[in-house]
């Protein structure tokens, strides 16, 4: 089969099962090139990825298609798109938002990310991630902590829940960075929408268009 202009631009997500191209509707995106690997990192599969039963999720726990977000805290891209993936999330109603954090932007992003999935353990990761994606000011531990309290979030508890469960929250980290990397993404945000890899930002049409075709790819199996 001939290459298309979106399979320069989109790879696939496997090897094996996973599909290589958006539908026409999402051709011309400009997206990230596919990243040459400085080491070898093995492709994660499918349930790893979409199923892991640790990673928060956000939307339709039920959806029928899939959203995975590679992000920072610390990325002002990832605060930038975040209203606007979250409205198509709730416009759209079934969609399953899962949410990887990959603090690459330092050792303050580091804090945050292990913060953030702290406060899951008092069922609050939801508004933790709010706090922290939606402030336009510099992350520092100190503004972490302002932060959280003010999104209603025990900090103290969270920070025992931190020590408690520090392994498994280091756990997650780890997983999501050889994910990231052994799907060759070159920075945050970036996603896998149903089976397609899309490394880069879309805007609110580009997403719903994405979502679109990842249904059809998935009807057409």
């Known amino acids: 089969m001939k290459r298309s202009t979106s399979d320069d631009m989109v790879a696939a997500f496997g090897r ?8 026409a509707g999402a051709a011309g995106l400009s997206l990230w090139p596919r ?13 790893s ?7 928060p ?6 959806g029928d298609i899939a959203i995975v977000e590679w992000f920072d805290y610390n990325c002002p891209y990832c605060r930038k798109l975040d209203p606007e993936l979250q409205q198509v999330v709730h416009d759209d109603g079934k969609v399953r938002w899962v949410l990887k954090e990959w603090p690459i932007l330092g050792p303050v992003s580091v804090v945050a990310a292990r913060m953030a999935l702290a406060c899951k353990y008092q ?20 503004r972490i902590d302002e932060l959280l309290s003010e999104a209603g979030i025990d900090v103290d508890r969270a920070k ?17 960075d050889k994910q990231a990397r052994g799907l060759s993404f070159r920075g945050t945000p ?6 397609f890899r899309v490394p880069g930002v879309l ?10 075709d990842a249904r059809k790819a998935s009807a057409a199996k």
Request: glycine share 4%; charged share 30%; aromatic share 6%.
């Open 49 to 55: 990825v979409l199923r892991d039963p640790d990673a």
């Open 203 to 212: 805007t609110m049409a580009q997403f719903e268009q994405v979502i679109a």
């Open 35 to 47: 990243a040459s690997r400085a080491e070898d990192v093995d492709e994660p599969d499918e349930a």
């Open 190 to 195: 970036s996603f896998i929408v149903g089976k």
């Open 160 to 176: 025992r829940d931190l020590a408690a469960n520090a392994k498994a929250i280091d756990a997650m980290l780890a997983r999501n």
């Open 123 to 142: 069922d609050k990761y939801a508004k933790a991630h709010d706090a922290l994606i939606g402030t336009s000011s510099k992350l520092t531990e100190p």
């Open 57 to 62: 999720v956000l939307g339709n726990a039920t």
């Open 16 to 23: 094996r099962s996973f599909l290589t191209l958006f539908g």
